[in-house]
């Protein structure tokens, strides 16, 4: 894809859970949020170099009735909390199940295209970052660099082919960087 416009940016397009905070299965109270090390200050790095950043985060919780929108929002208000006023441009979330197979809920690209029309986004400059093949097959759908982080599921995952692999957040920060600096 090429760029829109001189004035569009590049994202770091992020999954939530066991990519920015320790994974809870169908985490509904803030209080289990635990941002992983490092995270919040390689975000303000990549930040610091140009890049939005923006969450996207398939939450089928919702969908599935284990907790409802306001519970997922409390959540992502401690989220944003934790890594830092002004550190995330916009978070994107899908509720649907897996059965639902929309082209919101990654592996679909759905929610980034929402990111790239709200935010004058140019993905060819831009990367996705997550712990699952879903992740990466989103952001390869999307036309992302890729960096799959061997938090959360990513330590065992290895069914998927991303453009790079990293130990987590911050050792990602530091490929993408460099690659910037380049």
């Known amino acids: 894809m090429t760029r829109e416009t001189d004035d569009s940016a590049p994202a770091i397009f992020l999954d939530r859970d066991g990519t920015i905070m ?10 289990d949020v635990e941002i992983l090390p490092g995270v919040a200050d390689a975000l303000r790095r990549l930040k610091g170099a140009g890049y939005k950043i923006i969450v996207v985060t398939n939450q089928s919780g919702i969908g599935r009735g284990y907790f409802d929108e306001t519970a997922y929002r409390a959540v992502e208000r401690e989220v944003e909390r934790q890594l830092g006023d002004g550190v995330v441009e916009a978070t994107y979330f899908c509720a649907d ?5 929309s082209d919101r809920r990654k592996p679909g690209i759905g929610m980034v295209r929402e990111a790239q029309r709200d935010h004058r ?3 060819t400059r831009s990367f996705m ?7 990466i097959d989103c952001g390869r759908g999307a036309g992302l660099q890729t960096v799959l982080v061997r938090t959360g599921y990513g330590s065992r ?12 957040v911050p050792a ?10 380049g």
């Open 22 to 31: 320790r994974d809870v299965d169908y985490c509904d109270d803030p209080g």
């Open 157 to 168: 995952e290895n069914d998927c082919t991303p453009d790079f692999i990293a130990a987590d």
């Open 129 to 135: 970052l997550g712990d699952k093949k879903s992740d």
């Open 172 to 181: 990602a920060a530091e490929i993408i960087i460099s690659r910037h600096n």
């Open 97 to 101: 199940g897996p059965e639902a197979a």
């Open 121 to 123: 986004l140019d993905l």
